[in-house]
Each structure stands twice: as structure tokens, then as C-alpha cells.
């Protein structure tokens, strides 16, 4: 049977390698190396702090934070779930994963607001960001790889620039979405008694955008983790990186160890940012509300929330 | 005095193409056909108006008529196709951000329909908004927050927060985040009519009674044209963009300038519209307790046609003979003019709306129209006021005094 690749075979590959190897990399690399550096300060510093604290003393901070925002079973859960990481001799790695996971995230919201701020504000910058969050949220995980360890290199920081990129379209979406659905009403209010553009920014539509921004924090945290695996592949350490050699050497109970440590974190993180998203909601929903809201025509609770948050 | 506020040749017109929507606009082309041929949208044709210092100037009209545009243009929430609004002297439609910016944080407020509170702050900081956004010092504004939370009444909500409080409130505190920064001009886009008609009441009564105090410039928006006859100290009528009539709200209710407003007050309560003094006669026919008798008091009520005449005393009012009373007393030679008078008569303020003087009409004896030191002005016969308020203005309202 004929197939067009009888006629003329296309040598992609070598157009590809040609392109990095002979035109990227010998011009671009002392950028790319420069890129790194920002994020190799925050991780290090970050990995050393949470490397360095006692055990007990980031146990019970955190199980403070837990109890302060997500309650106090979500706490009690918090010090058992530690408690159970150290005794399976993962705390090294929990703290490394955590900071890995901290770096990212910071980084997100730092690229990621003023950009969604960006969007919101103005319909161009949204058309061109929106395709390429499309694109990044559709290009499998793993294929963002090939080209950072082209760029890169291997090791932690190219493992959280993968991250960064993998896990930064929410944040940017729903800072856009946040701010965009703040009610005309109070824009044109807040505009009436004169307020400048960052006034009216930092007053009206940051607050009133906070819990849909808190919203889209949570969905980057969880997306971020989810690369924790992956980025060992390309030289990542932490709980990923046990996980990693785990399989590789068929070793079940250590990469059943690795992830059951992952997933411990992931809840932990997950409920933190969830309860802040809530905390910082303009009105709280009480439950007969959410309850009510099931029967009525229209948007489902969540969504109203934000709709009425926003 | 001149104008605090000049409208002159105001248009604005929505849509991609606003030079091609003012070109037909000012070849006569009307706003649906505006819209078939070209898709844009006129929001405001031409309008030009004036606005004293201290009035309460209404516009009123149907919805979509361009009420809200119309507002929105004058502290430059929407920048007006063509035509200038001159705040002293100063064109709103042309000036840059800056300067606008300056007129909207000392100049002008706006209390919004929908009360548009930001639901994240308390009340008190909601009422020091403007002031915040002026870079006035926190405790300050605080102070001046309360002050005007005082105004409305509302002082011991400072630190709620909107949501608490009822639709009546929230909007007082509308209305205490424009009075807040002390602005000349007050915009007021349908500021009640998201409320229950009862609250509707107490909100207006309210902002009478503050405007009595503090004289501010309001431009105020209605479809209620009971609402403006009661607030406004003139009336703009829109349609379509246009402003149709302008007027007291006497003027328009007793003469409309087209089927459209007279469609308008066409079930107006008239009672309310209209004053004491409107049906008033200005220069009655009295009697002088000192120089008339029960006959020459007969011969009065024969010539001006009437039953009752009322009777001075110098300048005070002694009180009203009726020519049942006078007849009886002529015929008892003891009797004077004296005995035959009721000292127990109706009387009414001469600002006093017809409603308020139902009660005293339905007693049959004319009505004693009084100033502010009770000297009688005019009188008012329950037939004039009857004739004002079926609308047939043709009827002569009061008898006249003869020369
Ligand atoms: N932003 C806009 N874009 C297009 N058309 C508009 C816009 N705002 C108002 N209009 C139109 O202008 C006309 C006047 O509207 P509006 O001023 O809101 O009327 P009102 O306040 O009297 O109800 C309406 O026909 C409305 O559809
Ligand atoms: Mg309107």
C-alpha cells in the first residue's frame, strides 16, 4: 500500500537536534543557565531551613498552621501523618520534596498573578495567554523534558522550571477569572470616587478576587505534586526520586513508601490552602446555604460562591 | 446666578461607528432607524439642560430611555460622543484622566441603584472610601465616616458589615459614602428603586430632609413619577435619548409637551402635585370686622357669587361668615356681624399639598391660605380645589375680587 512517507521522509529529528545543538544552546545556554540561578537561591535556601529544623519543632508548627485554618482533626491528622513519615525514615526526603514543592509554587504566584492581573485588565494580553496555557496544560508532562534537560541541563533546578511550567496555567486563569468577574457595579463604583488604577486594584478587585486567586493556588500546589515523580527523571531528589528508584529496581515497598509519603504531604497542603481560600471569602457560606443551593436552578454551590465572592 | 451645571448638545452614541450613528442623528434619522442601518445604539440625543446650585434636578423617563448614560456621562463614567458638561465652567467631556480624577474625588459622588457597597468592608469603611482614596489619614477618616453615618442615622452600624443590613440601610449608607467627601454635585442613578415601596417613602422623606440641610446639587434618577414630582425642583422628561420636557413638576403635569408625557401624568396624583396656592385665589374678597355689617356682608357673598366670606380683624382673621349666618343676623337687631362669625374655620399653609387639604375642604367653607404668620393670602373654595384635582384647569379657581 502506498503511504506518502514512500515519497519523501521528512528528517524532523535532525531538523530538531540541529536547531538546539548547533543554534539554541552554543547562543542562548548562558541564559538559560542564568534563569536557573533565581530558582537554585530560593531551593537551596529553603531546603537547608527545612532540612535544618528539628523534627518536633516542623511538627507542631505546622500542626498550629493546620489547626488555625483547617481545624483541628485536619491538625490531629497532620502530627500523626509526620509522625508516620519520620518512622519510616523518609524525613529527609518529605523536607527535600516539601521544598521543592515551595519553590515552585512561590514562583508560580509571583509569574502567575501579575499575569493574571495582566489578563484580566486587558483583552489582548488574554488572547495571546490563553492558547499558550492551553498548550502547556495539553503537552503531557513528561514531554516538557526533553526539552528543559536540552536547555537546562539535569539535576533540581531544571526539575522545578518543569514544574514551574507545568503547574502554573490555574494560577494565572483564575487570577483572570477572579478579576474579571468582581461586579461591574463596584468597579464603576470605586472608578465614581476616583480611584487610580492601582487603587482600585489593591482595594476592590484583589479582595474580592481572593478566594478565586486562593482557588487557583490550591489547583497549582496539586499539579506541582503531582510532578514530583516525574522531575526525578531528570535528576530531582526528594520522595519523587524514592519513588523513581523504587520502580526501577522492582523494590515495591520503597516505592510504596515514597508515594505514600506524597500522598500524605498532598492532603496535608491541599486542605491548608483549601481552608485559606475560604477564610478569605467575603462572606462564609454556612452549610444550609450549600445544602439549599443543591435544589435551586442554576449554579452549583461552588461556583455561586465564587460568582458571589467575586 | 449662573449654572453649577451646563449640559450643552450632549450626545452619546454606543456601537463601533459613532461619527456615521451622530451624522444621521443630526440628519433627523430616529433611534430605531439609527440602529437598523448602522447597529449602533443612541443613548443620548442633544440633550441640553442647566442645573442650579442647591437644586434637585430629576430625570425621569422610561427604561432604556438613557437616563443612566446620561449620568454616567457627567462625572466621565462614559465619555459623551459629542457636546460639553461644564461643572463651573469646567468641560467634564474634554479634561484629561487627571483632571477628572480630581473632579470625581472632590466634585462629584454618585449613590448607585443596586446600592453597589463593597461587600468586603465594613460599613464605615465603605463610607470612607472616597476619602481613602484621597490619601486622608485613617483616623480622620474614620471621623468623618461616623459624621456622616450620623446623617443617616445609621452611626451605630459603623462596624457591620453591608450584608447586615436591610435594602433601606444599605442604601443610606450609599448615600453616606457620597456625602462622605463633602462633593458639591450628588449623581443619583434610581437610588430607591430597588426598594419595597414603604422604604421607597422613609428613604425620600430622609433625603429631603438632608437636602434641606445641606443643599447640595443632586442630580437624581427616576421611573417613578411620583418619585419626581415629589423630589425634583425641576424635571427633565427622556425618551429615546431626547429630552422631551423640562419643567416644575407642576408645569409638566398641567401642561405636557407631548402624548408621551401626558401618558406619563396622565394617572398622576394630583393631589400631591399641587400646591394650596395653585388653587388659591391671590387676592380674595374680605371683610373687615370694623366697617362691614350683616348686609354689606350679603352684598359682598351676592357680588363675588359665593357663600362664605372671611372676616379681618386689622390684620389678624377673625374668622368666615357665611350668608346663611349674615342673613339670620340682619334680621335680629341685636345681632352685628360679630355674633354671625365662626371662629372655628379651616385654614392651610400655602406650600401645603391639595391631599393635605381634604380634610379641611370637607367641611364646605372655603379654606383660609395663611403665610408664615398667619396672615390670610389667599382663600380656597372646595370647588377650585376639586376642578384642580379632575384636571379641569379651565374652571375659574377662585372668585376674584372685583375692582
Ligand atoms: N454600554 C452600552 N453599549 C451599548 N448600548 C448601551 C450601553 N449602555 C446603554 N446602552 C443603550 O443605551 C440606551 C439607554 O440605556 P440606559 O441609559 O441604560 O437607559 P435607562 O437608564 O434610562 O434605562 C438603551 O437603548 C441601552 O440599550
Ligand atoms: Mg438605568
Known amino acids: 500500500m502506498f503511504s506518502p512517507s514512500d515519497v519523501l521522509l521528512i528528517p524532523f529529528d535532525d531538523w530538531v ?54 481545624g483541628r482533626g485536619m ?153 514530583v515523580v ?46 485559606l481560600g475560604e477564610a478569605n471569602g467575603v462572606r462564609t457560606v454556612p452549610l444550609r446555604q450549600t445544602v439549599l443551593s443543591f435544589f435551586r436552578r442554576g449554579a452549583p454551590a461552588s461556583t455561586a460562591e465564587i460568582r458571589r465572592a467575586a | 446666578m449662573t449654572a453649577k451645571l451646563k449640559i450643552q448638545n450632549l450626545t452619546k452614541i454606543f456601537g463601533p461607528n459613532a461619527r456615521e450613528g451622530l451624522d444621521r442623528l443630526q440628519a433627523g434619522d430616529s433611534k430605531a432607524a439609527i440602529f437598523e442601518a448602522t447597529g449602533n445604539t443612541v443613548g443620548i440625543d442633544n440633550a441640553s439642560f442647566d442645573v442650579e446650585q442647591g437644586q434637585i434636578f430629576v430625570v425621569m423617563g422610561l427604561s432604556g430611555s438613557g437616563k443612566s448614560t446620561l449620568v454616567r456621562t457627567l462625572n466621565g463614567l462614559i465619555a459623551p460622543t459629542s457636546g460639553s458638561i461644564l461643572i463651573d465652567g469646567e468641560d467634564i467631556a474634554s479634561c484629561s484622566p487627571a483632571t477628572l ?32 482614596i484621597k490619601g486622608i489619614a485613617a483616623a480622620e477618616r474614620r471621623r468623618r465616616a461616623e459624621l456622616a453615618l450620623e446623617q443617616v442615622g445609621l452611626a451605630a452600624y459603623a462596624d457591620s458589615t453591608p450584608a447586615e443590613l436591610s435594602g433601606g440601610m444599605q442604601q443610606r449608607v450609599g448615600l453616606a459614602r457620597g456625602l462622605a467627601t463633602d462633593p458639591e454635585i450628588l449623581l443619583m442613578d434610581e437610588p430607591f428603586g430597588a426598594l419595597d415601596p414603604l422604604i421607597r417613602r422613609d428613604v425620600q422623606d430622609e433625603l429631603l430632609r438632608l437636602q434641606k440641610k445641606l443643599r447640595k446639587t443632586i442630580i437624581f434618577i427616576t421611573h417613578d413619577l411620583n418619585e419626581a414630582l415629589l423630589l425634583g425642583d425641576r424635571i427633565a422628561i427622556m425618551k429615546d435619548g431626547a429630552i422631551v420636557q423640562i419643567g416644575t413638576a407642576q408645569e409638566i403635569v ?116 395663611t403665610d408664615d404668620n398667619n396672615r390670610l393670602v389667599g382663600v380656597v373654595e372646595p370647588e ?20
Open chain 1, 17 to 70: 537536534n540541529i536547531l538546539v545543538r548547533e543554534w539554541i544552546v552554543p547562543n542562548f545556554r548562558p541564559l538559560f543557565r542564568a534563569l536557573q540561578v533565581p530558582v537554585s537561591m530560593v531551593l537551596d535556601w529553603l531546603d537547608t531551613f527545612f532540612n535544618a529544623v528539628p523534627m518536633l519543632v516542623f511538627t507542631a508548627a505546622l500542626a498550629l498552621l493546620t489547626w488555625r485554618t483547617a
Open chain 1, 75 to 227: 491538625a490531629i491528622f497532620t502530627v500523626i501523618s509526620l509522625i508516620f513519615i519520620d518512622m519510616i525514615g523518609l524525613w529527609p526526603e518529605t523536607m527535600t520534596t516539601l521544598s521543592m514543592i515551595v519553590t515552585s509554587v512561590l514562583f508560580c504566584v509571583v509569574l502567575g498573578v501579575p499575569l493574571g492581573i495582566l489578563a484580566a485588565r486587558n483583552d489582548r494580553v488574554l488572547a495571546v495567554i490563553r492558547p499558550v496555557l492551553d498548550i502547556m496544560q495539553t503537552v503531557p508532562s513528561f514531554v516538557y523534558l526533553v526539552p528543559i534537560v536540552m536547555l537546562f541541563g539535569v539535576g533540581m533546578a531544571p526539575g522545578i522550571i518543569a514544574t514551574i511550567i507545568f503547574a502554573l496555567p490555574p494560577i494565572v486563569r483564575l487570577t483572570n477569572l477572579g478579576i474579571r468577574n468582581v461586579r461591574g457595579d463596584l468597579i464603576e463604583a470605586a472608578e465614581a470616587f476616583g480611584s487610580t488604577s492601582w487603587q482600585m486594584l489593591w482595594n476592590i478587585q484583589l479582595p474580592l478576587a481572593m478566594r478565586t486567586i486562593m482557588a487557583g493556588l490550591n489547583q497549582t500546589l496539586m499539579l506541582a505534586l503531582s510532578m
Open chain 1, 230 to 275: 516525574i522531575t526525578s527523571m531528570i535528576g530531582a531528589g526528594g520522595l519523587g526520586l524514592t519513588v523513581y528508584t523504587g520502580l526501577g529496581r522492582l523494590d515495591v515497598g520503597g516505592a510504596t513508601a515514597g508515594g505514600v509519603g506524597i500522598v500524605l504531604l498532598a492532603i496535608i497542603l491541599d486542605r491548608i490552602t483549601q481552608a
Open chain 2, 101 to 132: 480624577r480630581e473632579v470625581r474625588r472632590n466634585k462629584v459622588a454618585m449613590v448607585f441603584q443596586h446600592f453597589a457597597l463593597f461587600p468586603h468592608m465594613s460599613v464605615a469603611d465603605n463610607v470612607a472610601y472616597g476619602l481613602k
Open chain 2, 254 to 369: 398641567d401642561t405636557p409637551a407631548d402624548d408621551y408625557v401626558r401618558a406619563f401624568v396622565a394617572d398622576i396624583d394630583r393631589g400631591r402635585v399641587f400646591t394650596a396656592e395653585s388653587v388659591s385665589s391671590a387676592d380674595p374678597v374680605v371683610l373687615q370686622l370694623g366697617t362691614d355689617t350683616s348686609e354689606t356682608a350679603m352684598q359682598s357673598m351676592e357680588d363675588a357669587n359665593c357663600n362664605a366670606l372671611y372676616v379681618l380683624d386689622g390684620e389678624e382673621i377673625a374668622g368666615v361668615v357665611t350668608y346663611q349666618d349674615a342673613m339670620a343676623a340682619s334680621r335680629d337687631d341685636d345681632a352685628t356681624l360679630a355674633d354671625a362669625i365662626q371662629s372655628d374655620f379651616p385654614t392651610a399653609d400655602r406650600g401645603s399639598a391639595l391631599h393635605e387639604l381634604y380634610g379641611a375642604a370637607s367641611s364646605g367653607l372655603p379654606i383660609a391660605v
Open chain 2, 384 to 403: 377650585a380645589l376639586l376642578a384642580q384635582l379632575s384636571g379641569d384647569t379651565s374652571a375659574d379657581p377662585a372668585p376674584a375680587a372685583k375692582p
